[in-house]
């Protein structure tokens, strides 16, 4: 059998899910572009993953923890500053960063070039949020603090005041 009618064979199988170059959901929040690679629906909810495209200069979300699920980091390229409580990492190409529930943390990107990672949330819970918020841009309102609280407090995630 042909690479080719390996891939059209996969991809004709409803347990099995592929998701090709340019494929998938997208959200874009500001200066950050964000593919939805698994969404959950495949996994049982168990998982989702997305990549982010974080243009020069982006900064992250305010530093916050999340109750109810853990959010995985791999950098595919570029480099991104994760500040975790009140230490800084840069993590670069080929890094891996795991954040736990309960761990107050943001990420952005400092530099001038645009960076890319890869994002893994389990449980999915957390997706929406970014839906909800890209809903909220597409609703001509802005992202001020305040929303980007309310739309996390639906998804078990507070700010990490005590690291504002």
Request: charged share 15%.
């Given at each position: 059998?042909?690479?080719?009618?390996?891939?059209?064979?996969?991809r004709t199988d409803s347990a099995v899910s592929v998701v090709g170059p340019g494929g998938g959901e997208t959200i874009v929040l500001g200066s950050t572009r964000m593919r939805v690679l698994e969404d959950g629906s495949h996994t049982g909810h168990r998982l989702a993953i997305a990549e982010s495209v974080l243009a020069p200069h982006t900064q992250g979300?305010?530093?916050?923890r999340h109750a109810q699920h853990d959010e995985g980091?791999?950098?595919?390229?570029?480099?991104?500053r994760f500040t975790v409580g009140d230490d800084d990492y840069d993590a670069t190409t080929g890094t891996f960063v795991m954040v736990p529930p309960g761990v107050p943390h943001t990420f952005a990107n400092l530099t001038d070039q645009p960076a890319v990672m890869l994002s893994t949330f389990t449980p999915d819970l957390y997706l929406q949020y970014f839906r909800d918020l890209q809903e909220v841009l597409a609703g001509g309102q802005p992202?001020?603090?305040?929303?980007?609280i309310d739309a996390t407090s639906r998804y078990a995630t507070e700010p990490a005041t005590d690291f504002a």
């Open positions: 059998m042909t690479e080719e009618a390996r891939t059209s064979e996969l979300p305010p530093q916050h980091f791999y950098i595919l390229s570029g480099t991104v992202l001020t603090p305040q929303a980007n």
